[in-house]
């Protein structure tokens, strides 16, 4: 296998909410009921945020991030993108280059219906410029059942999908090694997604039993048990 399929060979296919989603390596999840691909947290413009206020980072990661998602959009073809909160950084984002970067992505991708369920970043980034034609939606933003949200949250009756908190899980190895891989983090009625975005970090999670933890390494889904994981 080489190429695009190798990249997407090693998703998950798991029940919530009553219906079949795919949780994919490259920190997405798929609804294939609705065939909606879902994306968190991709803080578009962070880094040119930075640089705007003085902080020397490097550039390039929001090209590379719109290339990841566009591969995601060629493998999966989905009738709707769907994303939760923090499309965009701060209102430095809203730069002259970052802008003409999605605005150019967003034309590959004219045909594909977007979706914004709105995050504390884009409160105070702004609303994305009406011509990248992206609808945007206040949370919960619900359709079958499940809830579409930017902070994690139970509510009753639905199934809540949601980002913001970039989990990740903290494994420890032989002379106190410890790694921290950003995850997927289910359990009963709440799905968090990891962080698409790569300049964004990440929190430990407090997992309880019966949570089911995902973790994305080396473009790979790895099931982490409850007892090969300790407190953070």
């Known amino acids: 296998m080489k190429g695009a399929a190798a990249r997407f060979a090693h998703s998950v296919d798991f029940d919530f909410g009553g219906t079949p989603w795919r949780a ?19 803080h578009f413009g962070k880094a040119a945020t930075f640089r705007a206020r003085g902080v020397p980072v490097p550039q390039g990661t929001t090209q590379a991030n719109l290339v990841r998602l566009s591969a995601l959009i060629a493998h999966a073809r989905p009738q709707r993108l769907v994303f939760l909160g923090d499309l965009l950084h701060a209102r430095e984002a809203h730069g002259a280059e970052t802008l003409r970067q999605f ?20 409160r105070q980034a702004g609303a994305p410029p009406a011509e990248l034609d992206i609808e ?19 509510l009753d009756t639905l199934h809540v999908v ?11 190895g032989a002379a106190n090694d410890t790694l921290r891989l950003p995850c997927f983090w289910q359990r009963d009625g709440l799905l968090t997604l990891p962080a698409f ?34 407190a953070a």
Not at 162 to 172: D, I, N, T
């Open 197 to 230: 975005g790569e300049f964004t970090g990440g929190a430990s999670i407090e997992r309880e039993a019966g949570d089911r933890v995902l973790a994305v390494a080396d473009g790979r889904l790895i099931e982490i048990p409850a007892p090969d994981l300790r």
């Open 24 to 42: 994919l390596p490259q920190c997405a999840a798929f609804w294939l009921a609705r065939r909606w691909l879902v994306v968190a947290d991709a």
């Open 162 to 172: 949601a980002g913001h908190l970039h989990p990740c899980v903290r494994l420890h």
């Open 136 to 154: 945007v939606v206040d949370e919960p933003w619900t359709a079958d059942g499940i809830a579409f949200c930017h902070v994690p949250q139970l």
């Open 103 to 122: 605005g150019q992505w967003r034309g590959q991708h004219a045909g594909l219906p977007m979706t914004l369920v709105e995050g504390n970043h884009d």
